[in-house]
C-alpha cells in the first residue's frame, strides 16, 4: 500500500526565489544528500535526515544560475552553469564559486543531466548533447543545432535502460510535441510526434515517465487534468524517419481542469504517480497518490500554503515547495494487490511506529537524523518481530507440523507444509526438515495406502537433505518405483550408497516406457540436445528404413535386434540414440552424475541382467560419440555428464560383467567398437607421452622469447 | 612525472634456501622458520607478515628441528648434534650445546614447556630440563634401534610417541620405557618398499597417535592397545610433515607432491557426539616437497624445497573477510640484499658465502617510454668475493664512491679497499679490526664514503672514520640502559650530521654524528619498521612500517612534517594498505626534494608531496598514460602516488642520478630453474 509519511520542512528559512521555486533538486553522490539549486545564485546541500543544510555555494553578483547544479557520480563533484553558458565545477573542499574550475561554452546549456553508473550529459537549448568529458576536454567545440527554430525544449529526462543511458527531452512548437530519443552508446536520435487525440485544444502541463522492457512509457499531465500515457519503443524499428506515437487515456480528471499553474506529477513506481495541484472538487492545492492500474486514488495530502507546480522524487521522498518552504514528504509503497486497492486488506496500523515530529528535535535524538532514527527504530522492531516469530512460533510451528503428519490427510499435510516453507529459515532449519521427513517416512512405513508424495518432492527440493538424513526415503520411493523422487533424490543428495545407485539403476533401466510417459520427469538437460538428436536421427532413419518407421517411437529393445539384423545399417545407426528422452534424463543426470566408489560399485553392477547392461552400454557408447563430435569433447545441455563420467561407467559395467557381455551375441558389435576406439586411445596416449618433451621444449622456447635477457636498459616514464 | 632510463638489472643469481622446519607460537602469534642452510627466520604475523628477526645461517649446521618453549625461547636441533638457543633480542646464538647422541633428527618441547626432548640418530631419545638461562641434560630413554625422526608429547605430558624407521615406539616419560611398538605396514601400493619412514607424528590428548610415513599413509593408532584404528591413503609419495590446532579439531599434513592436505575431526550425523576424522581440504600451493608445515587458530602455514613460505588462512576461523584473510606467498626476504655505489655505477650482491660486484653498462642511445635500448657497453661482473669460514653473511654493504666494501658474519667484520685501476681492481683487506667490531647486523657508509657507521648486536652502534687504507674508531653510541634490543636498520642524512637507527619494536633514535649524542626519538609505533632514509637538505626522516604506513619526521623540529599529519588524517589509499610486501627500500630525488621513490616487491612507487592525496575513490594505480592530453582530465587524475608495476618482483629499486634508475629483479622462473625438479607426474595415459 502506499502511503505518505508525516513530512518536514527542510529549509527553515525561505528560499529567496521568486514565486517560481528552485530551480532543482537533484540527487549527491551520498545517500540522503541533495543538492538545492535556487532559482537566483545559490547551491545548498541538504542532509535530509538532519534538515541541515552541509554546505552552500554562490555564484558572484550580476550572475545568475540557469540550470540546476548536479553531481557527478564518477567523480563526487558538483557541476553548474549559470548565465547559460558559463560550467563550474568544484567539490566539497572549494569555498568560492569563483575560483571553480570554469569552462565558458560556446552554446546555451538546457540542463545537466548525472545519474549514477555514467557520465554527466549536457543538453543545450538547440538539442545537441554532449558527454561531460568530451565538452571540458574542448570547451568551445562547436555545437549543432538539431531542432528547428521556434521549437523550445519543454522537459526532459536521463536514464538507463540495460545499463546504456537514454536521453528523452520534448520539444513544442505551435502547440505540437515533439519527442526525442537519444541513445548515447549508438548515438542515435530518434524523433516522435506526440499526437494528441480528440483533446486537441489541450496544453500539456507536465511530464513523467517510466521505462520498461521495450517501451518507454512517457505520461503527460494536460491541462484538462487527465493523466495521458504514450509508449515509446526504446529500440526504433527504424530511426531515420520520423515517427509518430498516439497517447493513451490512462486517469481521469485528477486535478481540477482550471487549475492555475501550479500543477505537477510524477511517476513513483510501476503502478503509483504523485500529483501535485488542487483535484478537480477542492481549490487547495493538494499532493494524492494514484494507483493507474485500478485507477483509484490512494492517500492525499493538503498543502494550504500552496505550491509552485514542481514535483521530484528520489528514493523515498518527495520533494516540493510548500508555501515558501522546501518540504520533504517520505513516500512508502508496497505492492499493489486489489484487496489492497480497494482498501479490504486490514492493515493495522503498527504500534510501534509513530508519527514523525514536524521538526527534529536534537536534545532527544543526538546525532539521529529522522530519516535514520524512524530506520533505526522501524528495523529495530522488525528484528524484535522476527526474533519472537522465529523463536517460539517456528518452534511450535514444527511440532505442530508433526503433530499433522501424524493424523491429517495428505493434501491437508500438504498444505500445512506449504505454510511451514514460506516462513524465513532459520539456523537449525535442516534438522527441523529431517524431523518433519522423518516422521512424514514413519507414518509411510505404518501406513501402506500413504504416500505423500507432493510433500516429499517440496522437502526434497529445499536443497537441505541429505540421504544420510533420510535413509528411508529413497527406500520408500524404490518400493512406489516413484522414478521422479529418484531422479531429484540423485540430485539433490550427495551421499547415495553405491547400492542404492545400483538399484535406482535396475529401476530405471527396467521400467516400462508407458510408465515413464506417465511420469513428469525432469528433461530439461536432455531437451535441447535430445530434440537435436531426433532431429538427426529423423534423417538417418529415413534413409534406412524407408516407410512405416516411426523414429518417435524408436527405444532400444527393437534397436538392438535391429543392429544384428542388418549390418551394413550400422555406422549410421550407432548415432542415434538407444533410449527415449525421458529415459536419457534418468540416466545422465541421475546416475552419471552420482558420486560413487568403484569397490562398493561393482559387485552391485554384477547384478544386472544382460539385456540391461547391453542398453546402458549402448548408450553410453552413445554419449561417447556424441561426446566425440566436437573439438572441446564435452555434450550439449545444461550440466551434462563428463567424457570422464562416461568412460569411468563403461569401464565398470564391462568390468563388473565382461563375461556376461563376451557372451551375449548383441553385444559383440559394441564390444568390437568399444574395442576399437581403446585402441586410438591408447595410441593417442602413448603418442602424446612421446611428444611431451617436445611439448616442454616448445614452452620453453616461447619463454625465452618474453625473457629479456639478464640485462637491458629501457626507457621508464611514469604518469 | 618524467622520463628514466632505467636499467633491469636481471643477473642478481639469488636463489632462498628450502625450508625445512616451521614453528608457530601462539602466545606471541610469531612463526619461525628455519631454512635448509640453517638460517632461521622469524615473522610476526599480527605485523602483516612481516619477518622482523633473522639469524644468520652456517654451513655445518643444518637445522633438523625447531621448537620454541618456556614461553618465547627458541630452540633448533641439526644434524650436527647440537641444541641451540637463540638469543631474541640481541639476534644472535645464545649457546650451543652438543646432545651426544650424534645427529639430531627431531626436538619437542613438553606442554608445560619445561622440559625439551631430542630423538638422535642412534636410537636414543633424551630428555633436557630448561633452567632459565640454559638446558640441562636429565636422562636417556629406552634405546631404539634405528634413529627417531619424530617425536611429539601428550598434552597430559605422561607420554611421548616417537617415529622411527617401520615402527613407532610410545613411552612412559616417567619411568623413560617403551610400553608398545607400533609396526608400520611396508607395502606401498600392493609393493614393498625398503622401507618406512615415520615422518611425523602427533600425539592427541584421548590417546590418539597419528602418524605420518614415506608411503603416502596418514594412520591413526590407539596408544593404550597399540593397534591401528584408521587408515588414510594419502599420496603417491612420502607424506613428509604434520601439524595439529591447539584444540586438537584439526590437523594439517604436508606431501612430498606438494600438496597439502586438512584434515577435520566432524560428527557423524547431526545428533550424535561421535565424531571422525575426515580429509576436507587438500591445497596445491607448492610445486616441491612440503617438509614442513604448522596450524595457527585461523591458518595453515606450510613451507618446503620450493622455497615459498604458504600461509592460508581458514576460512571458517576467520572472523572478518578483509585482505588479512588472502591467501600470502612469502618467498623472498624482507631485508635488503643490494647496495649501490650510485657515483661508480656499481652494485653489490649479497650471497649466503660470497659477494659479487657488477659494474653496470652504459648506453648512448635515447628512446620514447617502453624502448629497450641498444647497450653501448655491457654490465661487468667485477668481482666474486668469497668468505672465509663458514658462517653466512648477515649483512654487507658498499661505499657510495664504491672504495669500500664491508660486510660481516656472525664473529667476523671484514672491511676490504677497492683499487681501481682502468680495469684492473685490486683488492686490499683492512686488517687488524678491534675487538668490538666482531658482528654487525647492519652496515652503512656515509654519503661521501669518509664515515663507516656499524650496528653491532647488543644495540650499540659504532662510528668509524675511514683514511686511505686504514681506519679511525670515532665513537660508539651505547644503547640507553636497560635495552639490549639489537639496531637492524641504520639511516644516515647525505650532509652526514643525522643518524637513525630502529630496532624491532622500540621507535626509532636518531643521533647527531656531530655532537656525538641521542637527539630524539621518533615515537614508537605498533608495527616495525621495514625502511628508514634521510631526505636530503630538509633532512626528513621517512619512515616505512609494515602495516604499509609511511611517516615522514623532520628531525631538526622533532616533529612529523606536515604532510605526513595530512596523509594520516586523510588515510592512505585501501589499495596501497592492502599490498602484502613491505617496502624495503626508499631513496630520494637528488634534485627534487618533493619526491620520495620506495619500493616493496611487485611495485616502485614515487610520492610527489607536492600533489593532492589520493581518494578511495580515485584510481591509485594507473599503468597506462593519459590517452586525453587535455590538461582538465590530467588536472583531475593526477595524484601524489606515481605506480609502477612493470619490474617484478623486485629485490632492489634506486636512483642513480637524476634521470636514471637501477631496477635488480629476480623473476620468480629462474628460481625454479635452479631448483632440483619435482616428483613428476604423468600427464598423459595412466
Known sequence: MAALEEGFTLTAVPLG????????????????????????????????????????????????????????????????????????????????????????????????????????????????????????????????????????????????????PVLIFITEKHGNYFAYVQKCSSRVLSKYALLLGQEEESVIQSFSMSVDRKFISLMSLSSDGCVYETLIPIHPSDPEKNQRVVRSLLLKSVVSGNARSGVAFTVLDRDHIAVLGPPPSASKDCLSIWNTKFQTLQTSRELPQGTSGQLWYYGENLFMLHGKFLTVIPYKSEVSSLAGALGKLKHSQDPGTHAMPHFVNWETSQGYGPGSQNSEQSKRILRRRKSEVSAQPEVLASTQLLATIQKDSEKHIEVELRKFLAIKRTADFHTVIGDVIIGLLGRCKAEPSFYPRNSLMQLIQTHVLSYSLCPGLMEVALEKTDVQILQLCLQQFPDIPESVTCTCLKIFLSIGDDSLQETDINVESVSNYSDTLQDEKMEEQ???FQNGFNPEDDNCEDCAPELNEKPQATTEES??????????????????????????????????????????????????????????????????????????????LLDANFTVVVMIPEAKRLLLSLYKFVKSQISICSELNKIEVSFRELQKLNQEKTNRGLYSIEVLELF | MGEFKVHRVRFFNYVPSGIRCVAYNNQSNRLAVSRTDGAVEIYNLSANYFQEKFFPGHESRATEALCWA????????????????????????????????????????????????VGC??????????????????????????????????????????????????????????????????????????????????????????????????????????????????????????????????????????????????????SSSEKQWVRTKPFQHHTHDVRAVAHSPTALISGGTDTHLVIRPLMEKVEVKNYDAALRKITFPHRCLVSCAKKKQLLLFQFAHHLELWRLGSTVATGKHGDTLPLSKNADHLLHLKTKGPENIICSCISPCGSWIAYSTASRFFLYRLNYDHDNISLQRVSKMPAFLRSALHILFSEDSSKLFVASNQGSLHIIRLLEGSFKHLHTFQPQSGTVESMCLLAVSPDGNWLAASGTSAGVHVYSVKHLKLHCTVPAYNFPVTALAIAPKTNNLVIAHSDQQVFEYSIPH????????????????????????????????????????????????????????????????????????????????????????????????????????????????????????PIKKKKFGT
Open chain 2, 558 to 677: 622533532k616533529q612529523y612534517t606536515e604532510w605526513s599529519r595530512t596523509i594520516q588524517k586523510q588515510g592512505f589509499h585501501h589499495l596501497w594498505l592492502q599490498r602484502d610486501t613491505p617496502i624495503t627500500h626508499i631513496s630520494f630525488h637528488p634534485k627534487r626534494p618533493m619526491h620520495i621513490l620506495l619500493h616493496d616487491a611487485y611495485m616502485f612507487c614515487i610520492i610527489d608531496k607536492s600533489l593532492p592525496l589520493p581518494n578511495d575513490k580515485t584510481l591509485l594505480y594507473n599503468p597506462l598514460p593519459p590517452t586525453n592530453e587535455s590538461d582538465v582530465i590530467r588536472r583531475r587524475t593526477a595524484h601524489a602516488f606515481k605506480i609502477s608495476k612493470i619490474y617484478k618482483p623486485l629485490l632492489f629499486m634506486d636512483l642513480l642520478d637524476e634521470r636514471t634508475l637501477v631496477a635488480v629483479e629476480r623473476p620468480l622462473d629462474d628460481i625454479i630453474a635452479q631448483l632440483p625438479p
Open chain 1, 575 to 652: 548415432t542415434s540414440c538407444p533410449v527415449t528422452p525421458k529415459r536419457a534424463a534418468l540416466f545422465r543426470n541421475a546416475i552419471l552424475h552420482s558420486a560413487y566408489s568403484e569397490t562398493f560399485l561393482l559387485p552391485h553392477l554384477k547384478d544386472l541382467p544382460a539385456q540391461h547392461i547391453t542398453l546402458f552400454l549402448q548408450y553410453l557408447y552413445f554419449l561417447y560419440l556424441k561426446c566425440s563430435e566436437n573439438a572441446t569433447m564435452t555434450l550439449p545441455g545444461i550440466n551434462p555428464p563428463t567424457l570422464n563420467q562416461i568412460m569411468d561407467w563403461i569401464c565398470l
Open chain 2, 70 to 117: 618456556k614461553g618465547q625461547r627458541l630452540f633448533s636441533a641439526g644434524l650436527n648434534g647440537e641444541i641451540i638457543e637463540y638469543d631474541l633480542q640481541a639476534l644472535n646464538v645464545k649457546y650451543a650445546m652438543d646432545a651426544f647422541g650424534g645427529p639430531i633428527w627431531s626436538m619437542a618441547a613438553s606442554p608445560s614447556g619445561s622440559q625439551l626432548l
Open chain 1, 17 to 164: 526565489s521568486g514565486p517560481e521555486g528552485p530551480l532543482g533538486v537533484e540527487q549527491s553522490d551520498k545517500t540522503d544528500q541533495f543538492l538545492v539549486t535556487d532559482s537566483g545564485r545559490t547551491v545548498i546541500l541538504y542532509k535530509v535526515s538532519d534538515q541541515k543544510p552541509l554546505g552552500s555555494w554562490s555564484v558572484k553578483q550580476g550572475q545568475i544560475i540557469t540550470c540546476p547544479a548536479v553531481c557527478n557520480f564518477q567523480t563526487g563533484e558538483y557541476i553548474v552553469v549559470h548565465d547559460n553558458k558559463v560550467l563550474r565545477v568544484w567539490n566539497n573542499e572549494d569555498v568560492n564559486l569563483d575560483k571553480v574550475f570554469k569552462a565558458t561554452l560556446s552554446a546555451e546549456v538546457y540542463r545537466i543531466h548525472s545519474i549514477q553508473g555514467t557520465e554527466p550529459l549536457v543538453l543545450f537549448k538547440e538539442g545537441a548533447v554532449r558527454g561531460l568529458e568530451a565538452l571540458l576536454a574542448e570547451p568551445q567545440q562547436k555545437i549543432e543545432t538539431v531542432i528547428s527554430d521556434e521549437e523550445v525544449i519543454k522537459w526532459t529526462k536521463f536514464f538507463m535502460v540495460f545499463r546504456h
Open chain 2, 121 to 270: 640418530e642412534d636410537g636414543s631419545v633424551k630428555l633436557f630440563q630448561i633452567t632459565p638461562d640454559k638446558i640441562q641434560f636429565e636422562r636417556n630413554f629406552d634405546r631404539q634401534k634405528s634413529r627417531i625422526l619424530s617425536l611429539s608429547w601428550r598434552p597430559s605430558g605422561t607420554h611421548i610417541a616417537a617415529g622411527s624407521i617401520d615402527y613407532i615406539c610410545v613411552f612412559d616419560v616417567q619411568s623413560g620405557s617403551a610400553i608398545h611398538k607400533m609396526l608400520v605396514d611396508r607395502q606401498y601400493m600392493g609393493v614393498s618398499k625398503r622401507k618406512c619412514i615415520i615422518w611425523g607424528v602427533a600425539f592427541l590428548s584421548d590417546g590418539t597417535v597419528i602418524s605420518v610415513d614415506s608411503a603416502g599413509k596418514v594412520q591413526f593408532w590407539d596408544s593404550a592397545t597399540g593397534t591401528l584404528v584408521k587408515n588414510h591413503l594419502i599420496a603417491n609419495a612420502d607424506v613428509q610433515s604434520i601439524a595439529i590446532s591447539d584444540q586438537e579439531d584439526s590437523f594439517v599434513v604436508g606431501t612430498a607432491e606438494g600438496t597439502v592436505f586438512h584434515f577435520q575431526l566432524v560428527s557423524v550425523t547431526s
Open chain 1, 542 to 544: 529415413t534413409e534406412i
